[in-house]
């Protein structure tokens, strides 16, 4: 069993095997985009050859594995093992049920196998992976802001019922919208419910179309329609836009760096130690 275990040991070491299974999950991420057009007997049979290779993979890399609980505490193994494990799953079993597709997706995942194929990128999931909390609380304090300006929204902006308007107002609702119509052109009215207002505003965020929020609201004060001034229209919009995308999301990006350097911080520290521990020996 040692002979084997070393004989395991020495092929997951060996640079080849890491560039030929390198090469394998690339081929294997290019034939899954490939299905979508259309799927022939060869592909089929390819990703076939290519879940053999992925299975042999596994199970040379759990005999060379240190012990069992090494091997399940590594996220990478039990990624890999669940990808290769879902893809044995018959769609017969499932067949007229909503399960298929849950698992056509699932296998589809096996283009993430392509994130370890690299150690920079091993390290920028490290730094995403230990950003989680910090962007939690980033999260929830920005949602409060969204909240918050999504109430106001709907109580400055809001447009009237049309069926709730005398002949006169709907005349004039109905040429604003002729003049300045909602972005885009069936959408409904962008702060008429505290939902479309939160969207409204994350829209705003990623800088679709925030100015004709302004001008469109102008034109619906100008009609009448809405009763805030242009001065509180433009100042609403400008200061959520200068908070969400200048403050709130740089407090993401902020953390993100921060751990990034940590990780970094730490990787440099492991490598120190693990040169010093090969001079000693």
Known sequence: MSKLKNKCTNIIENKWF???IIVVII????LIGVE?????P?????QHIILGIFTFEIIIRFIARKSIKSFFSSGWNIFDSFLVLISYVPESLFEG?????IIRILRIFRVLRLLRTSEEIKLIINVLLKSVSALVYNGLFFFIFLYLFSIIGVSLFKLPNPNDLNIE???KYTEMLTIAPHTPGNSPDPYGTLGESIFTLFRALTGDDWADLRYNL????QYDLIHTPPAIITTFHVIWFILSAFLLLNLVVGAIINNYQIVM???RKEKELAQNKEKTE
């Open 18 to 20: 890491e560039i030929a």
């Open 27 to 30: 081929l294997n991420s290019v």
């Open 36 to 40: 979508t057009y259309k799927i022939t």
């Open 42 to 46: 060869s592909i089929l049979l390819t």
């Open 97 to 101: 049920s909503s399960t298929i597709m």
């Open 169 to 171: 107002m709907q005349e």
């Open 218 to 221: 102008i034109t619906a004060y």
């Open 265 to 267: 911080e730490q990787s």
